[in-house]
């Protein structure tokens, strides 16, 4: 005798997509800016910076004053933390622009700053720092 064996298969209901977690948003941290030795000799100098990430944005208040606004950033998983990048380009055309590339693990924050003046010239910085702000937090 012969046995037909069927099957039916039925595809699973779509899933609709969840928004990307964003594990910096309504986060603050302070940093310490530092020029690399050739920037330096250059002229540049160490400063502190702030660095505020509110709706899906992120702003360097030290760089405000400057032409240097919220800017979109974005974030790839890596190792333990998260790998950032950024670009800003200052609205006062003598400013020029800022990349920052930093990971974020925990409560601390390490990466680079590379700054392009309006002449051309190039300089580099490394950042540390740490979270202030947790979000929700006051």
């Given at each position: 005798?012969?046995?037909?064996?069927?099957?039916?298969?039925?595809?699973?209901?779509?899933?609709?997509?969840?928004?990307?977690?964003?594990?910096?948003?309504?986060?603050?941290?302070?940093?310490?800016?530092?020029?690399?030795?050739?920037?330096?000799?250059?002229?540049?100098?160490?400063?502190?910076?702030?660095?505020?990430?509110?709706?899906?944005?992120?702003?360097?208040?030290?760089?405000?004053?400057?032409?240097?606004?919220?800017?979109?950033?974005?974030?790839?998983?890596?190792?333990?933390?998260?790998?950032?990048?950024?670009?800003?380009?200052?609205?006062?055309?003598?400013?020029?622009?800022?990349?920052?590339?930093?990971?974020?693990?925990?409560?601390?924050?390490?990466?680079?700053l590379l700054w392009v003046t309006w002449r051309g010239t190039t300089r580099h910085y490394t950042v540390k720092g740490k979270k202030v702000k947790a979000p929700?937090?006051?």
């Amino acid at each position: 005798a012969k046995r037909i064996i069927g099957c039916v298969v039925y595809p699973a209901p779509p899933v609709a997509a969840q928004p990307a977690a964003a594990p910096l948003e309504g986060t603050t941290w302070s940093v310490r800016v530092i020029p690399t030795k050739s920037a330096a000799e250059s002229g540049s100098r160490p400063f502190n910076a702030t660095l505020v990430f509110e709706d899906g944005q992120v702003t360097m208040r030290a760089h405000v004053r400057l032409g240097f606004g919220a800017s979109p950033y974005s974030l790839t998983p890596s190792g333990t933390g998260w790998a950032f990048t950024s670009r800003q380009v200052s609205t006062d055309d003598t400013k020029g622009t800022t990349r920052w590339e930093a990971v974020f693990e925990g409560d601390r924050v390490t990466g680079t700053l590379l700054w392009v003046t309006w002449r051309g010239t190039t300089r580099h910085y490394t950042v540390k720092g740490k979270k202030v702000k947790a979000p929700g937090a006051s």
